[in-house]
């Protein structure tokens, strides 16, 4: 059973990586960018092409999957994203289902549509024995380096002045923008960094939930579970909504194995009429 | 005096802050009540916990003897509480003629009647027409909420408000961000209310205050301050003093 | 004082204008139901069409009309497929036009209970409720093999005739006249609903909920109600589906169908009742086009068209879309309010 904890506990914490980005937009910039997984995927198949097809080391590939991703990101937001910011929830919605059809239809052109596999280095499989529990040394890894990231991230948006800023934007950009803060950049690289988080996630992720054009579209309701369960005001609160999540799939898979997702859908609709604004979030002050 | 409006140490918190403290008024049948006070006394907090947009902390509110504290906004609508806001809530994409009608027709008891026709009622057309004339509306009666002057608007808003009978209306402040030159006609509606519709008038404006009101509450920082005649508030040197204070404390 | 009777009059007809049948919807009708007799050779795509149509229409009474935002609308459309396929499966309902209403009655009441969700919460919530009910059905479905055929599908179903009279052919012609009939009876319904006080009620929920209430409209209570008519709807859609092809399978809960049916209505249009119908003739010749020349990756079209019709600005869009009705309906305004206007001053 503990087993099964340390996996709940491991793609909880791929989770929290990989919906950490959408959080942060959709908080910061009031924006549902449903594509949120198309950058996952990127980041994934990127890693797959540089450890598969170039023998690049795969804990380098990972940095580069984030930076790809990152400048992806980047671009999309000051080319169309930047558009679409005052428009109304439903454009932005059909916009960015938009980008996931296109990002969708061409990762089936480019890499076919069959399901592919990063060949992990040996040094990554097989797993360790603890006192009879089973831990897998690439899920290890998944939450040394997610926590890792987390910890980070929770540094630099309480600590440093680009976290203080971010904060001061989501509070409220107008006053920020009238403090000589620009939201605009503030924006841009909050995005290309959600967008890099959701690559790197993609990448790690690659291995233990499978890669294929359809990843966006099977993965989006995750995201957004994690994103209004754990409310946006806050780094703690999807965290905790994604290990809740990620320990309940698993746990889900394996004990009741015929109900499948039906349990986190029923989870999920059960807590947003519970509490609308997620399970962690403080109240709204807008 | 019969009580129309009555509120019960109405009490309503918010984070540590003390919006509205232990409010107890009555406004009598007919009367024409105002309520002043400077900026974040609270008068806005007490509409809304009167119209039931907000729930109060504690306390109670009495619509002719009857306790509506647990009644939702729209239900207090249905027993004769309307108001006003303070800034414009209108239907910008329809027309005064069909906004009326929807409120006509609501109070009529005719909102769910899926089947019939807008407009093939003539008594409800008639009653439509009637107020958009008693209002100066026809001009613009096919126009888009959207385009209309903000005057018109501000008469629309309160011609909405009348359109529902209410007996008891709640003016939040009528005449404000209205050009100088649109005032006269919101003034002389709000002159012309019917006499049996009981109003509570909050405003910002004196000239206003002293011509219309024939009682007159004080609230700062929440709580009734003072109460009485205009003439009694006019004189009253701590009512000054408030103001004063806080024009010393804008300076 | 009463008002002159000249001005009530204007300002009845006025009040009724937007009920009035207009020149272009007669002859789009009268289009509609040539069809049957003038274009046999395409009756199976009229068909889909028509429910396709019936589906988008069904949308625009939630989306267009009362502003609810929605990504799982497919729940109420399988719903009501895989009852009426169930129904001539095991023979429980023989008759096509009976199985149909039932089909429509047990879509709406899923929509009831589910109304209660969209009530609260923002937009993203709406969204995240609407999603997550259809991927639950969709699961259910799934999972319950020995009811729907799982992933495969549900097979054997054999359809009767309607009405006990008309045979279904593997040409459409049957098809295609039931599916349109059923269309236009419930868009009459539909254009009674949104033309009446109750209809214009929810336009004032949509723009303003604060000053709905303020009015003394229960705004949740015609949230509920016009939800429930438009699962009702959609449930019908699905059943037409279901019963014109003999089949049901998971993907008509697919989030696919759910996101291709909010483009479909958007190219149309949403908020006149039209835009699904016009959207879903678009729609289906776009698909059939395109997927002669990108069989596989046909979606980025549709994501492309999407992102465009963003970019451009959904308002241009459908503007070209309604031209002649706009510039009839200004001339009738005018006039209109010319003479509201003429009649009080000549009393003043």
Partial sequence: ?286 | ?251 | MLPPPIAIRVATEWLSARARWQPLEIVFWLGAFAAIYLLPESHLILTEIAWLGLFALSLDLILGYAGIISLGHAAFFGLGAYTAALLAKHEIINEPVMALLVSGLVAMALGFVTSFLVLRGSDLTRLMVTLGVALLLRELANRLGWLTGGADGLQGVTIKPVLGMFRFDMFGHTGYAYCLTVLFILFLIARRLVNSPFGLSLMSVKGNPLRSSAIGISVDARLIAIYTVAAGYAGIAGALLAQTTSFASLEVFSFDRSADLLLVLIIGGAGYLYGGLIGAIIFKFMQDYLSVLTPQYWPFWIGLVLVVIVLVGRERITSWTTPVRRIASHLNWRALAHRIAASSSERH
């Fill in chain 2, 1 to 251: 005096m019969t009580v129309a409006l009555e509120t019960i140490n109405l009490v309503k918190r918010f984070n540590g802050i003390i919006a509205s403290n232990n409010v107890s008024l009555q406004i009598a049948k007919g009367a024409r009540h105002a309520l002043i006070g400077p900026n974040g006394a609270g008068k806005t907090t007490l509409i809304n916990l009167l119209t039931g947009v907000q729930r109060p902390t504690s306390g109670r509110i009495l619509l002719d003897g009857e306790d509506i504290s647990a009644r939702s906004t729209h239900e207090r609508v249905r027993l004769g509480i309307v108001r006003t806001f303070q800034i414009n809530q209108l239907f910008n994409d329809l027309t005064p003629l069909e906004t009326i009608g929807l409120a006509v027709s609501e109070r009529r008891g005719q909102g769910l009647d899926w089947w019939r026709i807008v407009g093939s009622r003539p008594d409800l057309v008639t009653e439509v027409v009637e107020i958009l004339e008693r209002f100066h509306l026809t001009d613009v009666i096919d126009k888009r909420t959207a385009v209309l002057p903000y005057g018109k608007q501000r008469l629309l808003e309160i011609a909405v408000a009348i359109a529902c009978r209410p007996r008891v209306l709640l003016l939040d402040e009528p005449a404000a961000g209205v050009p100088e030159d649109e005032r006269h006609e919101i003034l002389a509606a709000v002159a012309a209310l019917p006499s049996d519709v009981t109003v509570l008038l909050i405003e910002h404006d004196m000239d206003i205050v002293f011509s219309f009101a024939d009682r007159i509450s004080v609230l700062v920082n929440g709580a009734l301050f003072v109460e009485g005649s205009p003439e009694e508030v006019a004189r009253d040197p701590r009512v000054k003093a408030v103001y004063l204070g806080e024009e010393l404390a804008d300076a």
């Fill in chain 1, 1 to 286: 059973m503990l087993t099964i904890l340390f996996d709940g506990i491991a793609y909880g914490m791929l989770l929290f990586v990989l919906a950490s980005g959408l959080a942060v937009t959709l908080g910061l910039m009031n924006f549902i960018n449903l594509a949120h997984g198309s950058f996952a995927m990127a980041g994934g198949y990127v890693t797959v092409l540089l450890v598969n097809r170039l023998g690049v080391p795969f804990l380098a590939s990972l940095p580069i999957a984030f930076l790809a991703s990152a400048v992806i990101g980047f671009v999309l937001e000051r080319t169309l994203y930047v558009h679409v910011y005052r428009k109304s929830h439903l454009d932005q919605v059909l916009f960015t289902i938009g980008l996931v059809f296109m990002s969708v239809a061409a990762a089936d052109y480019v890499m076919g549509s069959s399901q592919v596999f990063v060949q992990v280095p040996a040094s990554l499989q097989g797993q360790f024995d603890i006192s009879g529990i089973g831990i897998g040394r690439y899920r290890l890894l998944i939450i040394v380096i997610c926590g890792l990231l987390t910890v980070a991230l929770q540094f630099i948006l309480a600590y440093t002045r680009f976290g203080s800023r971010l904060r001061a934007a989501v509070d409220d950009s107008r006053v920020a923008r009238g403090l000589g803060i620009n939201v605009n950049w503030v924006f841009a690289l909050t995005f290309a960094f959600g967008s890099g988080l959701a690559g790197l996630g993609g990448a790690l992720g690659a291995e233990i939930l499978g890669l294929d054009p359809t990843f966006p579209l099977k993965f989006m309701i995750y995201f957004l579970i994690v994103v209004t369960v754990g409310g946006t005001s806050s780094i703690t609160g999807p965290f905790l909504a994604s290990l809740v999540l990620g320990i309940g799939d698993v746990a889900g898979k394996y004990y009741v194995p015929t109900l499948g997702s039906f349990v986190i859908y029923t989870i999920m609709i059960v807590v947003l009429i519970w509490r609308p604004q997620g399970l962690f979030s403080r109240a709204a002050s807008r």
